[in-house]
């Protein structure tokens, strides 16, 4: 069964404060690694794919990166406007190609 | 296009009444999903459609709940009769079959209260 595990499930930080979400994965076989943003009172919203170890994806302050287990959301010199809940997903290969999502990483930025 | 429309946005209901939550997917996307979201769980899968025909349903959790879709632009998810443990935020996603096929467009969630 496909397990997808997002640490820390909150985190503070100071405008300006980098810091790195983490999302573990066990998947038979990876087909890609999503990162998905969400809003307060909004569905999530799509940021990257990632499809393979070494690759990296970057929009604005954010940058994903993966590896064989995990994958890290790196942001960089947040704003308040990064406050939001985060959440990854893994795709195994073959199938049905459904996700599966972990339970989100609650992010508030002070100014 | 107007992106993945859901109704209503909020449902207060009480316990035993029979509650239907609607969504309007994408055009052209011929996959539709229902997922349930809450603080213990996170997003759960409900269950899942391809070209309007039910894939798998597994993640229904009881017979309680029942979901249609009878054609490519309308789908509805029923609780009958609805539970206080039915409370939660329900999204239906859509996507499309082919490049850039991965990626999920969520609605903004119907949010079900039962009393």
């Known amino acids: 069964e496909d397990q997808v595990t997002q640490s820390p499930e909150a985190l503070r930080l100071q405008e300006g404060e980098s810091s790195s979400l983490n999302c573990s994965y066990t998947?038979?076989?990876?087909?890609?690694l999503f990162w998905y943003r969400q809003d307060p009172g909004k569905g999530p919203e799509f940021l990257f794919t990632?499809?393979?170890a070494g690759e990296e994806k970057e929009k604005e302050r954010l940058k994903a990166t993966l590896t064989k287990k995990e994958s890290f959301l790196h942001i960089t010199a947040p704003k308040p406007e990064d406050s939001a809940t985060y959440l990854c997903a893994v795709q195994a290969s073959g199938g049905s190609y459904i996700p599966t999502f972990g339970r989100g990483t609650s992010l508030i930025v002070h100014p | 296009d107007a992106g993945v429309i859901q109704s209503p946005r909020h449902e207060v209901t009480e316990m035993g009444q029979e509650v239907t939550l609607r969504c309007k997917p994408i055009?052209?996307?011929?996959?539709l999903f229902w997922y349930r979201q809450t603080m213990m769980r996170g997003l759960e899968l409900l269950i899942y459609?391809?070209?309007?025909?039910?894939?798998?349903d597994s993640g229904m959790p009881e017979d309680r709940f029942s979901a249609k879709m009878p054609n490519a632009s309308f789908s509805t998810l029923k609780i009958q009769p609805s539970e206080p443990r039915d409370s939660a935020v329900y999204f239906c996603?859509?996507?499309?079959?082919?490049?850039?096929?991965?990626?999920?467009?969520f609605g903004a969630g119907s949010r079900l209260t039962v009393l």
């Open positions: 459609f391809n070209n309007n025909v039910p894939i798998d």
């Open positions: 998947v038979s076989g990876l087909r890609g």
């Open positions: 055009s052209g996307h011929d996959y």
């Open positions: 996603a859509s996507r499309a079959t082919g490049a850039g096929a991965n990626v999920l467009t």
């Open positions: 990632l499809y393979s």
